[in-house]
Nanobody, 121 residues
Framework: VQLQASGGGLVQPGGSLRLSCVHS????????IAWFRQAPGKERERVGC??????????NYADSVKGRFTISRDNAKNTVYLQMNSLKVEDMAVYYC?????????????WGQGTQVTVSS
């Protein structure tokens, strides 16, 4: 499985940004895609997860982003999106997508390169 994240950039506090994660390879090899982020000097944080294999594309989110971030998928385009609204300075980080073997994104099998999100006025 290969993953390619993109869409990062500079945005003002309160603004929005949408990240994309294009995945390639057999969907038999993974069941979900997770988004992570890591800010300088901080531990990596899982932002959320979306099931690829289930028909309903169930999702789960970290408490820190619930209500502001939304993960969606377009299986026809092999792409998972992370829509980020009401961005805060503390959301600034490098964002990564990862393939997971299980539908809850607990067992990770591959990582994409990161994309930088900068939140600043």
């Amino acid at each position: 499985v290969q993953l390619q994240a993109s869409g990062g950039g500079l945005v003002q506090p309160g603004g929005s940004l949408r990240l994309s994660c294009v995945h390639s390879g057999s969907t038999l090899d993974f069941n979900a895609i997770a988004w992570f982020r890591q800010a300088p000097g901080k531990e990596r944080e899982r932002v959320g997860c979306i099931s690829i294999s289930s028909s309903d594309g169930r999702t789960n989110y970290a408490d820190s982003v619930k209500g502001r971030f939304t993960i969606s998928r377009d299986n026809a385009k092999n792409t998972v999106y992370l829509q980020m609204n009401s961005l805060k300075v503390e959301d600034m980080a490098v964002y990564y997508c990862s393939a997971a073997i299980d539908s809850q994104c607990r067992v990770l099998s591959a990582w994409g390169q990161g994309t930088q999100v900068t939140v600043s006025s």
